[in-house]
C-alpha cells in the first residue's frame, strides 16, 4: 500500500485532480437527499472532493476524517476546523450523528474482508435513522475499459477485490442498511497510456507484480509494443452504491 503521508502533496495531481473531484462530488450529491443537515465524509484525504460536497450545498455541515497526517493536513486546510484525523474502523463519534456518510476510494485500500466489514459497519452506526452512506465499490475494475492496454494485461495476477458490490451489499445489510441506488462517474484525466502504464509497472504499482520480477519486463515489452505510446486510452468509470438506515421498528 502507498504511504499516504508521503503521497499527499502529489496527490491529487496524479489522480485527476479537480475534475475528478468534480464528478465524484457531483455522483454522491446525487445520491444524497437535499434536506439532510450533516455529512462525514471518511477517509477524505486531501479534501478535494470533501471541500465540494461542503460548496454544494452551503447548509450542509461537513466532516471529514482521515488516518493519515499528511493528508488530514491538507484536507484541514481546505476546510478549517472541520476535519480530524481517524481510524476509519473505529471512528470517534457518538452512534446516530449523522445524516449520511460518504467514503470514496477507500475500502478497495484496507487490508481484507474484515476491515471492510468494520468500516461499513462504523459508518453505519454514526448513521442516523433514515440516513444514506454512499462508498465506492468494484474499484480495480473501473479501470479496465476494454483497451488494447487491458489486452495485454488481462493475464497478470490480481488480489481479490474486497470491495465488490455484492460483498459490501452484504455487510451493509448485517448492520441495518438497504440498498438505495447507485451512480458513475469519470474519472477524468486517469486514462493509461502504454508509456505511463510502463511507469506504473516499474514503481510497483501493479500490487501483485514487483518490479523486478520477470513478468514485469514481459509486459513492459508488450506495451511498449502498442501504438501511440503517449496517448491516453479512456478515463475510468467509477461505481457507487448508496444504502439507507433502517429505522428502528415503533413499538405498539
Same mark, same amino acid.
Given at each position: ?15 485527476g485532480?479537480e ?13 444524497v437527499?437535499?434536506?439532510i ?11 478535494i ?7 454544494a ?18 484536507? %484541514? ?9 481517524a ?12 445524516d449520511?456518510v460518504?467514503?470514496?476510494w477507500?475500502l478497495?485500500?484496507v ?13 453505519a ?14 474499484k480495480?475494475a473501473?479501470?479496465?475499459?476494454g ?9 497478470r ?9 455484492e ?13 438505495a441506488?447507485?451512480?458513475?462517474f469519470?474519472g477524468?484525466?486517469q486514462?493509461r497510456?502504454?508509456r ?13 507484480? %514487483? ?13 511498449e509494443?502498442?501504438?501511440d ?5 479512456p ?6 452504491? %448508496?444504502?439507507?438506515k ?5 413499538t405498539?
Amino acid at each position: 500500500m502507498l504511504d499516504y503521508d508521503k503521497e499527499a502533496d502529489a496527490y491529487d495531481a496524479s489522480r485527476g485532480g479537480e475534475p475528478r473531484a468534480a464528478a465524484a462530488a457531483d455522483a454522491v450529491l446525487g445520491l444524497v437527499p437535499d434536506d439532510i443537515q450533516a455529512l462525514l465524509d471518511v477517509a477524505c484525504g486531501t479534501g478535494i472532493v470533501t471541500r465540494r460536497l461542503a460548496a454544494a450545498r452551503p447548509t450542509l455541515r461537513v466532516t471529514g476524517a482521515d488516518a493519515a497526517q499528511g493528508m488530514a493536513r491538507m484536507a %484541514a486546510a481546505r476546510l478549517p476546523g472541520a476535519v480530524i484525523r481517524a481510524d476509519t474502523r473505529r471512528l470517534p463519534f457518538p452512534d446516530a450523528s449523522f445524516d449520511a456518510v460518504t467514503s470514496v476510494w477507500l475500502l478497495h485500500l484496507v487490508d481484507g474482508a474484515e476491515d471492510v466489514r468494520a468500516i461499513v459497519a462504523e459508518c453505519a452506526r454514526v448513521l442516523r435513522p433514515g440516513g444514506v452512506y454512499v462508498t465506492t465499490v468494484d474499484k480495480a475494475a473501473a479501470h479496465d475499459v476494454g483497451s488494447d492496454i487491458d489486452a495485454v494485461l488481462a493475464s497478470r495476477p490480481r488480489r481479490p477485490a474486497q470491495d465488490r458490490p455484492e460483498d459490501v451489499e452484504a455487510y451493509a445489510v448485517e448492520h441495518g442498511l438497504t440498498p438505495a441506488g447507485g451512480a458513475r462517474f469519470r474519472g477524468h484525466g486517469q486514462g493509461r497510456s502504454p508509456r505511463s502504464t510502463v511507469a506504473d509497472l516499474r514503481r510497483g504499482w501493479f500490487t501483485r507484480i %514487483a518490479p523486478d520480477d520477470p513478468l514485469a519486463e514481459r509486459f513492459v515489452t508488450l506495451l511498449e509494443a502498442l501504438p501511440d505510446q503517449e496517448v491516453p486510452r479512456p478515463d475510468p468509470r467509477f461505481a457507487l452504491r %448508496a444504502f439507507r438506515k433502517i429505522p428502528a421498528a415503533r413499538t405498539p
